[in-house]
């Protein structure tokens, strides 16, 4: 009997995801109709819908901890370049000191999540506003890939070390490894933010902080917790990044906050805490990447891209209020 | 009949899935006070709107000084002579008194806004209204009340004939609600039409000339206030006979749970001392600031005593956030339960369970669905809140149900100390008397009660003990059989014998 009743709720769940987000599945499959005709099936093809996948695998990433600071009522602007120096790091600790890239690479993302720790302490202990506590860490991380490197990139013989490269160009089967981290990842941060306690809290926070602090929620740690994640997250990606090149890029990941932004707004995530899911979230990661890749394919240029993801995320915006407010 | 000066006629208003106004009547004369009564949920509020012209009904009439015309938007309202002061302020925190006052409407010279007019004129407002406020002030510097009477200047600067006024004395202090009815009265006098909502009786029967009765968003009936008494008003409201609000047994009062040694927290709290027994309400009584939830602050570990001692059954704990309260026992309703009990937007049953997740999640990272909701369902009977169901907003819920919620999410934690801070504050009459029905099976069932109340009936048939607070300190401890409003108004204004 209780199995049954369990049953219901999982239908329900599933139900519900496409309720909720009607409108930007809507908008997702109307691209991809809209891209079959006018591409003549190449956007249709595997190969091309795998490389869809590993384009916005690292937005995705991103996008997953946006979404968790947003919905805290916060915002995490350093991700991009936080990424970019745990990406440098990782190179540099390789070529510079002979780190074998097991270590070099757990280095790199142990030292880029802990900016996002001093980010959380910063915003958990004082009043300063998440965006400007984020911002000065995005100035911050920036100018240390930069110092660290020297301006410059640091390439790492694919010849000599074949394995760091491997962590961003390997496969499983057909799907590109950054393809499987994000997969599990999605499922990591569905479960934390719809399952767990620490889910819970984050929604308290970002609801109502004051009645989170009343009922025994603990603030601090959680804001920590989800500066921190968000860091870890923007670090990992960055060494999958630079390792695909395999080559430390000081330069990754500029304006990548923004993209990760805009997928969680997409997303429906309120941009004044307390709202979101991850699901919806990985719907504005797709259609962002979705739009990337069809406008490459019909060989729209790049400027005209970024005009169009502009137009996309006003309007998909825009029809989500409307929807809310209707009910 | 020229005296009547807006007539509202069978006005239906529809909602999904809520007929929230099925043909409700109003009509307001020249100098006349007006209540509008019902529970929470009737559709007083949304009648308002109609009226303000934030709601467009599906059916109706109004008329306006002999004219009908639905109002389109609140601009259309206005102009009609028509002001509304809302229950939730909308004022801008960071703008000065003058500013918000003519926000909209502000008095200019060419270009350029002219501020020494809009600081004589808000003077005189504020003047009429006995305040001395200086107008350059901040509203965000100002207490609740305080904001509450510069938005009852805002709305009388607009010159209206017709006045709304909802809840108007919810935040008041009773000197300040004296001020409010001289200018109510004032203002009749002068020909104005005020259409006044309150829960409070009292005040109905002290202001009013008529009450308009709502229910379940019908229209039940009006009477002329000096020929109707309380009880009638209720079973009209309620729709059957409220033989009894106040329920309270014979305390069995057990041992001392919890006891406060000379409790400082400056400058709110100045040497608190009190004891708390099984099975005991103990009322707290005292004016605004006089350090009442401060103290409980200390206690539920919302701040941090600077000096003193709390001890749970006999042994001195030292508190430090609210985790640690719970911990030892110690539940607590915040006086807002918008701002402090409740995550509005989430919905009922995640506010339910907020206070006991590390049950729910015990050894399973994944939680137990099962017990959860065992437990929302539990409570949702237990304190009969009405929800359509435990996925429903809590925002969507009115204010008793919400306090329901607040109430329920406490006891899920098994306290032995319950700090309740004003329980009934916004409440319906028929949800008060339930929430006055658990307080006294709580303590009949062995759990210690401390309630803040600044309503004095409440107080005086609820407590077991009263104590009154003056200026961060418990001025009086007073005993069951000496209770009367006149001492603890005598303690409560620092009058010390």
Known sequence: MSDNKLQLQTQNGVARYFKENMGTLIGLLVMCAILSFTTNGVFYSSRNLINVLRQVSSNACLAFGMTFAIITGGIDLSVGSILALAGTLSAGFIVNNDMSPAVAIALAILIGTLCGLFNGYVIAKTTIPPFIVTLAMMQMARGAAYIYSNGQPIRVDRLKIPSYEIIGTGYVGPIPLPVIYMAVFLIICVLLLSKTRFGRHVYAVGGNDKAAIFSGVNVVKTKMAVYTMSAFLAAFTGVVLCARMSSGQPTAGQSFEMDAIAATVLGGTSMSGGVGKIGSTMIGVLIIGVLNNGLNLLGLNSFWQQVAKGVVILLAVYVDMLKKKKK | ?497
């Open chain 2, 1 to 497: 009949m020229n005296d009547v000066i807006l007539n509202m006629k069978n006005i239906h208003k529809e909602f999904p899935g809520v007929k929230a106004l099925q043909g409700v009547n109003f009509d307001l004369k020249r100098g006349e006070v007006h209540a509008l009564l019902g529970e929470n949920g009737a559709g007083k509020s949304t009648l308002i709107k109609v009226l303000a012209g934030i709601y467009i009904p599906e059916q109706g009439e109004v008329v306006v000084n002999g004219e009908s015309h639905i109002m389109r938007n609140v601009a259309d309202s206005q102009a009609h002579g028509i002001s509304v002061i809302h229950q939730e302020l909308c004022l801008v925190p960071y703008l000065s008194i003058a500013e918000n006052i003519f926000l909209g409407r502000e008095r200019t010279a060419g270009v350029f806004i002219n501020k020494a007019k809009e600081a004589e004129e808000a003077t005189a407002l504020l003047k009429s209204l006995g305040l001395d406020f200086n107008p350059n002030t901040l509203v965000g510097e100002l207490s609740i009340a305080q904001q509450q009477m510069v938005e009852i200047a805002k709305a009388l600067s607009v010159k209206s004939d017709i006045l709304v006024m909802d809840e108007p004395t919810a935040s008041l202090t009773d000197k300040e609600t004296e001020v409010l009815f001289e200018v109510i009265r004032d203002l009749k006098a002068k020909g104005k039409g005020i259409i006044y909502i309150s829960h409070r009786m009292s005040e109905l029967f002290e202001i009013t000339d008529r009450v308009t009765i709502m229910r379940d968003g019908q229209y039940v009936g009006t009477v002329n206030t000096r020929e109707t008494t309380r009880d009638k008003l209720i079973a009209m409201m309620v729709g059957r006979e409220l033989t009894q609000l106040y329920v309270r047994d014979e305390p069995k009062p057990g041992k001392v749970v919890l006891e406060v040694k000379d409790l400082v927290d400056a400058p709110m709290v100045n040497g608190v001392s009190f004891s708390l027994r099984e099975g005991e309400i103990v009322g707290m009584s005292g004016l605004v600031g006089a350090g009442r939830s401060e103290t409980a602050h200390c206690i539920f570990g919302i701040s941090e005593a600077k000096g003193g001692e709390i001890l749970i059954d006999g042994k001195p704990v030292k508190i430090h956030n609210v985790r640690e309260a719970m911990q030892n026992g110690i539940a607590m309703v915040p006086e807002d339960r918008k701002a402090e009990g409740l995550v509005l937007i989430n919905s009922v049953g995640y506010n339910l369970t907020l206070t006991v997740l590390h049950e729910i999640f015990k050894g399973r990272p994944l939680g137990d669905a099962k017990h959860e909701r065992e437990q929302i369902e539990r409570y949702i009977k237990e304190l009969a809140i009405k929800t359509p169901s435990p996925e429903q907003l809590a925002e969507n819920l009115s204010g008793g149900n919400q306090q329901k919620i607040v109430i329920a999410k406490w006891l899920a934690t098994e306290p032995k100390v319950l700090i309740l801070d004003e329980p009934t504050r916004g409440v319906d009459v028929g949800a008060r008397a339930e929430i006055y029905g658990f307080m006294n099976a709580l303590a009949q069932r062995g759990v210690a009660i401390l309630m803040i109340s600044s309503d004095l009936p409440e107080i005086l048939n609820m407590s077991d003990r009263v104590l009154v607070m003056y200026q961060g300190r418990v001025m009086a401890n007073l005993g069951k059989h000496e209770l009367s409003q006149e001492l603890i108004m005598h303690y409560a204004t620092g009058v010390s014998d």
